[in-house]
């Protein structure tokens, strides 16, 4: 087996994940270069993957401008910093492997995806969920007839209040106008898989939510703007930052406010910095609850709720059949067959998925996968091409459009539309 190089673009949380892939699988793949303008994240990669300073770049576009460097590149920068690196890997001979949402652009999904083609290379996104075996699964029971033909699918995704509150409240995700919409941020993931379970295109779609809880005229009698700052509730309230970021043990969501972890570099940052902020009162826009109905070619209806007032956070799904259901929850790793005509009841678990175990074994699914595909020169077939990609992210376009317009998206329409207009954030949330 070839060992392929990579190259990181965006020396973050995700960019550790998928180059962690190549510490444990190093005759498969091995990292060569990482560009962020965060040197000590730069430093941090260096170390662990022992790259020389020549290695190491300040941005991508000194990264970009050395002749070629690697077989593909990892993109994982912030949302709205996906489409010009993208592009210009593309042109410059390599593969790119691309942390979704691809764009909160439509117009640049497209593009992107256009340019792949232009240049013949892979660009694949980081639907990471159909790499599951969870959802791997439930789509071969699906081919396989098991509950007869699919007639509706009900999906949730339970974002957890804890992960609401950072990533969507306090952290990188809560403006849509700087990042993306709730559905396009969190979601695409499920929209992609309903996308795929369902096996037919999308039709028509409506959606309805908003943003109820996370606001000033929520707060607590007296809250302050920082947890810090005397808040009158901190032994009870949920959201109180030092429970989440001063504990012994940091974990991810550390990670994500300090690169020191030491005790006092994590309390000044919550003097500080963003996750420091009462969650009522900070500069969030994103919804914290939002359904979405879905009709697809074939008749398959769909329904998808997300909500960030859940305890867990984890995925749960029902596929309901003709002769039989599916009920399956993601993070036990736990399927349930029942058969109409006997009542039969069957029960898969799957146990530990192996390696990494982030997104249920996803991860590390998806990166063998791309590396498979780069291997027969992208004539292989994998799951979550560009083209597959753009579809089940118009979705979550015109889902958004639905909420706010409050009125049913037809899909085709959409698409001959929006195929040549840029749909961009500020655009459909105006």
């Known amino acids: 087996m070839k060992q392929l190089t990579v190259a990181l673009i965006g020396a973050g949380l995700r960019g550790g994940v ?10 498969e793949m091995k990292l060569v270069a990482v560009a962020d303008p965060n040197r000590d994240r730069v430093d941090g990669f260096k170390r662990l ?9 300040g941005d991508w576009r000194e990264f970009l401008s050395r002749p070629k460097l690697a077989d593909a590149v990892i993109i994982c ?11 210009r890997a593309l042109e410059a001979g390599y593969h790119v492997l691309l942390e979704k949402p691809m764009s909160p652009s439509l117009e640049e999904c497209i593009r992107m995806k256009e340019q792949a083609d232009k240049y013949g290379r892979v660009l694949t996104i980081c639907h990471v969920l159909r790499y599951t075996p969870f959802f791997r699964t439930l789509k071969q029971l699906l081919e396989d007839g098991v509950i007869g033909r699919l007639m509706s699918i009900q999906h949730n995704e339970n974002v957890g209040y804890w992960h609401q509150a950072h ?12 990042s993306s919409p709730m559905i396009l941020a969190k979601s695409c993931h499920d929209l992609d898989i309903l996308l795929w379970l369902a096996g037919d295109d999308c039709v028509s ?14 707060a607590p009698a007296g809250a302050p703007e920082r947890c810090l700052d005397g808040c009158p509730v901190a032994d009870e309230c949920p959201y109180y930052a030092p429970k989440w970021y001063l504990t012994s043990d940091p974990g991810w969501l550390a990670q994500a406010m300090s690169d ?20 009522y009162h900070c500069d969030n826009d994103v919804v914290d609850h939002q359904v979405v109905n879905m009709e697809f070619a074939n008749e398959v209806t769909a329904m998808f709720s997300m909500s960030a007032f859940t305890d867990e956070c984890t995925r749960t799904i029902k596929l309901l059949g003709t002769t039989g259901e599916i009920r399956g929850a993601m993070e036990k790793n736990e399927i349930e067959i029942v058969h109409f005509g006997t009542g039969k009841r069957e029960v898969i678990t799957l146990g530990d998925p192996g390696g990494h175990v982030g997104h249920g074994g996803g991860d590390y699914g998806l990166m063998k996968d791309f590396l498979r595909v780069i291997r027969s020169s992208g004539q292989s077939e994998v799951l979550t091409s560009a083209a597959k990609s753009v579809q089940s992210h118009m979705m979550a376009f015109a889902a958004e459009r639905s909420r706010l317009e409050k009125r049913v998206i037809d899909m085709k329409k959409f698409s001959e539309t929006h195929s040549i207009i840029d749909e961009g954030i500020p655009d459909i949330t105006a």
Request: aromatic letters at 14%.
């Open 260 to 279: 020191d972890l030491s005790y006092e570099a994590r309390y000044k940052a919550l003097q500080e910095g963003p996750y420091g902020r009462c969650v």
């Open 77 to 87: 920068t912030q949302d709205n910093m996906h489409f010009e690196p993208t592009m």
């Open 49 to 57: 993957h022992g790259l020389t300073e020549e290695q190491c770049f």
């Open 167 to 178: 990533s969507f409240v306090r952290g990188n995700w809560r403006d849509s106008k700087t």
């Open 205 to 218: 779609i409506s959606s309805f939510g908003a943003l109820s809880h996370f606001k000033a005229d929520q």
């Open 18 to 27: 998928y180059t962690g892939y190549g510490l444990k699988n190093g005759h």
